[in-house]
């Protein structure tokens, strides 16, 4: 791709540049930004289709408010690119999602103009609601704005923060970025006279003196005021869906056409003093200016960019071999159904929603839902497997534990993402699960080291009809795979010895075992014999394994793509206080803090998970073992 001729855009170094431009060169500065990010993107890798949606939003955003002053919410934060390249990170583009480069969402120590952090969904109203509030409290003045996409407001969240904000009355602006409906000509042109009528400054006053003169009447106030109320609303509903967002309190201004600068430009300032909370219905396509984004938005809402000469991976990574294995399933058991909280493509379920169509349920942005749904499901006789990123389940807690685990229903959790995800970073690290999981009563969690072990796994779980049962695995190659295999259904709690040894024990979990086995080979030139052990249920844990381990080694180390603080390794350390263990005990995993992006091959040699970081731990352990022997020698 030739690079992009940019002849505005590199002289941007805060919205406040934008403001002296004329109207074409605004449009100018549209068309650069598109451009720039198109040539970045493909070669980096990153969230393509959701920014080319608000290019223009962006600027007219950045024009018409005064920002930072002025604060602007990006639900998800994804759509932020052409926000962050207006705001002083032009240079910096480049490097966005690359190791100790810029985020690919918002971050508020990155920016002051990334007011709230977002990686998750549905949180931008709420946010800008707080936002607005506490504005109010301090007796400031200034503007909140909160951009949600369409597909977020699938998420209850968003409902909350809409009811709140409808019942406090705060100045604050929803724009509700509508990326999956088209507008006719005929019904856009009508809708569009009647946003550029209902935003007039004119017509509001008018609208503001009616409601006014309505208090001096001697009788009859009420009836008058109803009456003109739904007078109004009766005009707009002819043309408008806005009844819902009128009822919630917000007056509903559009659907506008949001890849129109002049309009949104227009309408923006039209309906920037209003004092009560608004909410502007935009229409935008996804992958707005790159024909194939457009055909399809699905596919280039996050890509991956050109490759650096990495050799093509022979194996499939666990997500496409999960895929497999719930068609597989699916085919053997008509009693099995399949939930997902809107990741079809992203958990590898596209073939199962066309296989089996009336079993399976996108559920939307609504991962609570999508457990207590998943829970029902099981409680009425249906095996439903529930797959969820690791970092959204958080969001689902308190239904996994009061609506699955405490009613002993046998719901699947397959937890893709689980540990260090790449260049998505800390909002999608999935490092948390084992955590919080490992506190649940009858919670049953457990982690293939490669793919013919998941469909053991996957089978177990299905087999078994008394307990939650979570399988976690990374976003990584899952190695083995016999696409034709047959399961095993394997005893609940049972670890597997994948190498014997005499001085250490290394109990790891999912594909450390093999970065174990490494660094256990390793210790042989030392004359150092490590055995390793395959974790693969991380609770209950092999009790019977860790008595006898108790009485074997010298030391114990544990390894885990996952928290340190509550994690497998803490667990194992309290059973061995609690058994009065004598030896040395060593923890490898993900320490007590938030994790930054980079490649995950990168990440886990940072945080000491990769087999030189392993063999230097295992020698620490040993080497007072060591020196006692060469003094005996």
Avoid at 382 to 408: E, G, K, N
Avoid at 409 to 425: F, H, I
């Amino acid at each position: 791709m030739n690079s992009p001729v940019l002849n505005l855009l590199p002289k941007i170094s805060s919205p406040d540049d934008l403001k002296s431009l004329s109207p074409e060169e605004l449009h100018e500065v549209v068309d650069e930004l598109r451009d720039y990010i198109i040539q970045t993107v493909t070669e980096t890798g990153g969230h393509l289709a959701s920014t080319l949606g608000v290019v223009e939003l962006t600027v007219a955003l950045h024009t018409v408010y005064d920002t930072p002053v002025d604060k602007i919410i990006w639900d998800t934060g994804h759509q932020g690119y052409a926000h962050k390249i207006l705001t002083g990170r032009f240079k910096e583009f480049p490097t966005i999602r690359r190791y100790k480069g810029i985020s690919g969402f918002l971050k508020r120590t990155e920016s002051e103009y990334d007011v709230f952090g977002a990686g998750h969904a549905s949180t931008s109203i709420s946010a800008a609601l707080g936002l607005a509030v506490a504005r109010d409290q301090k007796g400031e003045d200034h503007k909140v704005v909160a951009v949600i996409g369409d597909g977020a407001m699938t998420g209850g969240l968003a409902y909350e923060g809409l009811n709140n904000a409808g019942t406090l009355r705060k100045q604050m602006l929803v724009i509700l970025n509508d990326n999956n409906m088209s507008i006719s000509p005929n019904v856009g042109a009508m809708r569009t006279a009647l946003t550029r009528m209902v935003t007039n400054p004119l017509y509001n006053r008018v609208r503001d003196e009616i409601w006014a003169w309505t208090r001096t009447l001697p009788f009859g106030k009420d009836l008058t005021r109803i009456m003109f109320k739904k007078a109004e609303e009766s005009l707009k509903n002819l043309v408008v869906p806005g009844i819902f967002f009128d009822e919630m309190g917000f007056r509903y201004f559009g659907p506008v056409d949001g890849h129109d600068l002049d309009i949104l430009v227009q309408t923006l300032k039209n309906i920037k003093s209003i004092k009560t909370p608004v909410l502007l219905h935009i229409v935008t396509t996804k992958g707005k200016g790159l024909k194939d984004a457009e055909d399809d938005p699905v596919g280039y809402h996050g890509i991956k960019g050109r490759p650096k000469g990495h050799p093509k991976s022979s194996t499939q990574a666990f997500t496409q071999v999960f895929g497999h294995l719930i068609s597989e399933v699916a085919n053997k058991r008509k009693d099995v159904v399949c939930i997902t909280p809107a990741m079809r493509e992203g958990s590898g379920l596209v073939e199962f929603a066309e296989k089996f169509p009336d079993r399976y349920f996108d559920v939307g942005i609504a991962e609570g839902h999508a457990v207590t749904f998943s829970s029902a499901l099981a409680a009425d006789g249906i095996r439903p497997v529930c797959t969820i990123y690791s970092t959204f389940m958080q969001r689902a807690f308190d239904h996994l534990v009061h609506d699955s685990a405490l009613q002993h229903l046998p719901v699947v959790y397959c937890l893709d993402r689980a540990g260090l995800v790449g260049e998505d970073g800390p909002t999608h690290h999935g490092t948390l699960d084992i955590a919080y999981m490992r506190c649940i009563p009858d919670m049953i969690i457990s982690a293939p080291k490669d793919g013919n072990e998941f469909r053991n796994l996957l089978y177990t779980g299905l087999s078994q009809t008394t307990s939650s049962f979570s399988i976690r695995y990374p976003k990584a190659d899952a190695g083995t795979f016999d696409s034709d295999g047959q399961a095993e259904l394997l005893p609940i709690g049972s670890w597997e010895i994948v190498k014997p040894g005499k001085d250490l024990t290394i109990l790891a979990i999912g594909p450390q075992v093999f970065t174990a086995l490494e660094a256990a080979k390793k210790t042989e030139t030392s004359g150092c014999s490590c055995e390793v052990v395959n974790c693969r249920f991380i609770k209950p844990m092999d009790v019977a394994y860790l008595k006898r381990a108790v009485r074997r080694f010298s030391a114990i180390l544990t390894v885990e793509e996952g928290a340190l603080a509550g994690g497998f390794g803490e667990g194992v350390a309290a059973w061995l206080s609690d058994h009065d263990y004598r030896g040395r005990v060593g923890r490898a995993g993900i320490p007590d803090q938030f994790i930054e992006h980079g490649p995950r091959e990168q990440l886990l040699k940072d945080v000491g998970l990769d087999t030189k970081s392993l063999l230097k731990k295992i020698t620490t352990l040993l080497s007072p073992e060591k020196s006692k022997r060469t003094k005996q020698s």
